[in-house]
């Protein structure tokens, strides 16, 4: 059995709970949290629920650990402070920090003598897998990835730092214009604002200065300075009433040519009904991964295109033989 710890119980770290039960191979055997532990209530009440400040005592208790903070500000500090101590698993998504959160991670993680695997969810994770299978059958053509329609649990969590935040949701929208130029096969040359709109709904606090909140949401590096972004100011009612559902998904497409010019289109999507119930299940999966990985003495920060697929699966190899290839 491989022991894991989650580190973080919100929409992630319940769906990682969940998730634990649909494999055989995985046991839960604690949950970390920055909050008042006894306000946690989780799903199976045998599980200890402790401070992270306590986390230590468990580096010979657990496998690996998986990290549900958000990329904002959380997963840039935790995974590499616990990678020193800990095989881990985390999910950043901040595609433009990728490279330095990565360098971070495996400092320490090699420090440690730990594995680590990082922004292992659908994208990064699984879309940056379609991206490399697709570029390496087609080496001459075009990528895009398209998120959306649906609410994106790292840019909320974004908008929720932000001083006089109560709540938010954001969605990511795909511009339909440019998804059916792309389809078309015409290879369009299209900027980031030409790709998504975002659209954000967000409660503030009472007496919050709303026009400086807004100008903080659409001034953000990385998550939407360069995005045509709408900023809805709503009731936390409302916020429950109509923004709560967590679906999501997206696609990846990639046009191309081979050697005699004829033209071909790899589209690989996802349509998902809950955003973090899909994303803890990966994680889970990749912790089976960098649980393997450290059994063979692989030490460092590894990405899912860095992971052998057979890996991610509970299945021994002559099964996988038999029924996947």
């Known amino acids: 059995m491989i022991k894991l710890a989650i580190v973080g119980y919100g929409n992630l770290g319940r769906g990682v709970e969940s998730a634990v039960h649909q494999n055989p191979d995985m046991e839960l055997v604690a949950v970390f ?66 490279p330095e959160h ?25 879309f940056s897998l379609a991206r490399v299978y697709a570029e390496a ?43 059916e130029q792309v389809r078309s096969g015409v290879n369009p040359q299209l900027s980031t604002r030409q790709k998504h709109l975002r659209q954000c709904w967000v ?48 696609f990846v497409i990639r046009s191309g040519k081979t050697a005699q010019g004829d033209s071909h289109t790899i589209e690989y999507s996802l349509k998902l009904e809950s955003n973090p119930q899909f994303t803890s299940s990966i994680l889970v999966a990749c912790a089976r991964a960098v649980v393997r990985m450290h059994r063979r003495g692989e030490v460092g920060c590894f990405t899912l295109p860095e992971i052998r697929p057979c890996d991610l699966m509970v299945q021994e190899l002559d099964e996988i033989h038999a029924h996947f290839i």
């Open 33 to 98: 949290t920055r909050r008042d532990p006894s306000s946690i209530k989780l799903a199976d009440p045998s599980i200890p629920v402790l401070p992270l400040s306590s986390i230590e005592s468990y580096a010979d208790k657990v496998d690996v650990v998986i990290l549900c903070g958000g990329s904002a500000t959380d997963l840039p500090v935790m995974t590499p402070g616990l990678a020193e101590k800990f095989n881990v698993v985390d999910s950043f998504d901040n595609h433009s920090r990728i």
């Open 102 to 126: 990565i360098a971070n991670v495996a400092r320490a993680a090699k420090s440690g003598g730990n594995t680590a695997a990082v922004s292992c969810g659908w994208d990064p994770g699984m």
């Open 137 to 179: 059958a087609l080496p001459q053509g075009q990528t895009y990835t398209f998120w959306g329609p649906g609410i994106s649990q790292g840019h909320s969590d974004a908008i929720r730092r932000i001083e006089g935040v109560q709540d938010a949701r954001q969605y990511t929208i795909p511009v339909e214009e440019a998804l």
């Open 203 to 250: 409660v503030a606090k009472e007496g919050a200065d709303l026009a400086r909140i807004e100008r903080e949401i659409k001034e953000m590096p990385g998550y939407f300075a360069d995005y045509d972004t709408t900023v809805n100011f709503i009731s936390q009612e409302e916020l429950k009433d109509k923004h709560m559902k967590m679906r999501h998904g997206g």
